[in-house]
């Protein structure tokens, strides 16, 4: 399964970006996250959604800031960024993958899929 994020920018801090990942084959896969990574820092997770269902989980960092959704008809995540603060700087990446469970969300090794980044810039 290969996902396609997009939506990525240079923008400054206080405005809003809506990242979107392509999955193709959805129906195998039971989360669908993203993550980021900084320069010089490790990939950290940022969000994720169950497809049956649409519950959610959140970083604190971004908590209350972000929103992380699914369209089931267009089999796309999206992730709506709000308040954008300069240390979201950083290449997103959408992560799925079938067998994962909640107690493994945020540990980027239990994926087997990936999308190719997207780089979000924020301005100060």
């Known amino acids: 399964v290969q996902l396609q994020a997009s939506g990525g920018g240079l923008v400054q801090a206080g405005d809003s970006l809506r990242l979107s990942c392509a999955v193709p084959?959805?129906?195998?896969?039971?989360?669908v996250s993203w993550f980021r990574q900084a320069p010089g820092k490790e990939r950290e997770f940022v969000a994720a959604?169950?497809?049956?269902?649409?519950?959610?989980s959140y970083a604190d960092s971004v908590k209350g800031r972000f929103t992380i959704s699914r369209d089931n008809a267009k089999t796309t995540v999206s992730l709506q960024m709000n308040s954008l603060k300069p240390e979201d700087t950083a290449v997103y990446y959408c992560?799925?993958?079938?067998?994962?469970?909640?107690?493994?969300?945020?540990?980027?090794?239990?994926?087997?899929?990936w999308g190719q980044g997207t780089l979000v810039t924020v301005s100060s």
């Open positions: 084959g959805r129906t195998f896969s039971r989360y």
């Open positions: 992560a799925a993958d079938s067998r994962i469970i909640s107690s493994s969300l945020r540990d980027p090794h239990a994926y087997d899929h």
């Open positions: 959604v169950k497809w049956s269902g649409g519950s959610t």
